[in-house]
């Protein structure tokens, strides 16, 4: 199911957090957000889940203007994971992982075999089926982003939007969550800062900075010097990934070269 954010507006507070942004993302393709802090990367995504309202503008899912549906439709077709995703509660990571059902369910209604598997698949496929009793709150901070993953796909949702899911995880847990999201069959926006993981992930990116979209296109398209340098005010050389062909940017510590000035 595609999404499509279509002049998408922000302003709070008399500051304009997100300014006319458009930007398709085509069913069962992954597009990740990038750009500086502050840039509306992750305001733009809370309007998709709904956390926040738009000044202007509209999210639609496939023909639905999702302000028009009730939450409950809302949450049956879009899945989040945000920064600030968690609970307070000591559940046990598989009781967790079963809220994700909560937009299907009516009342106290009990999971049925199905759903059940569901859960247990999800729980297989983000390694956590070894914490299904612990609780959350015992977990390290990748542990729990695991777990939370997993709960945004026992939602089943058509559209999964993830704010810096990789944040916590070690190497391998990344490289498994990113390559299970590219094989998952669903619509998903992403916001990363890791630019390499973006470009090796993302079928497209937008760009933001300000607010704005000042670029979009395919990784190998948009991740030039000029970009890097302009929108994020880093040197950095650019080459071809020896087994991909996807762009990684490799950077200096060296604060003359990343200035430009080789001694």
């Known amino acids: 199911m595609d999404l499509n954010l279509d002049l998408l507006s922000v302003r709070l507070n008399g500051t304009d957090l997100v300014r006319e942004l458009s930007l398709d993302v085509r069913s069962e393709h992954v597009v990740g957000l990038v750009g500086p802090n502050g840039s509306g990367k992750s305001t733009a995504l809370r309007c998709v889940y709904r956390a926040l309202k738009p000044s202007s503008g509209a999210v639609w899912i496939g023909d639905h203007d999702l ?8 949450a049956q077709l879009v899945a989040a994971l945000s920064q600030e995703s968690g609970t307070d509660l000591d559940f046990t ?34 390694d956590v089926t070894h914490l299904a009793h612990r609780g959350v709150l015992e977990l390290s901070g990748g542990e729990r982003q695991r777990v ?19 944040n916590h995880l070690d190497v391998r847990h990344q490289i498994e969550l990113l390559s299970l999201l590219k094989g998952s069959g669903l619509t998903v926006l992403i916001v990363l800062h890791d630019l390499n993981l973006a470009a090796a992930a993302c079928d497209h990116l937008g760009v933001l900075a300000g607010g704005r979209l000042v670029a979009s296109g395919t990784p190998r398209e948009i991740l030039t010097t000029a970009l890097i340098r302009n929108v994020f005010g880093v040197d950095a050389e650019i080459i071809a990934h020896p087994l991909t062909g996807d762009p990684q940017l490799l950077y200096s510590l060296d604060p003359d070269l990343v200035k430009g000035t080789p001694s």
Do not use: F, Y
């Open 93 to 126: 990571v598989e009781e967790v992982i079963a809220l994700g059902r909560t937009p299907h369910l009516r009342g106290n209604q009990p999971l049925s075999a199905r759903e059940r598997e569901l859960c247990r698949r999800a729980m297989k496929q983000l």
């Open 148 to 166: 939370l993953v997993a709960r945004a796909l026992v939602q089943e949702p058509r559209v999964l939007v993830l704010d810096e899911p990789t």
């Open 67 to 74: 302000s028009t549906l009730s939450l409950r439709q809302s």
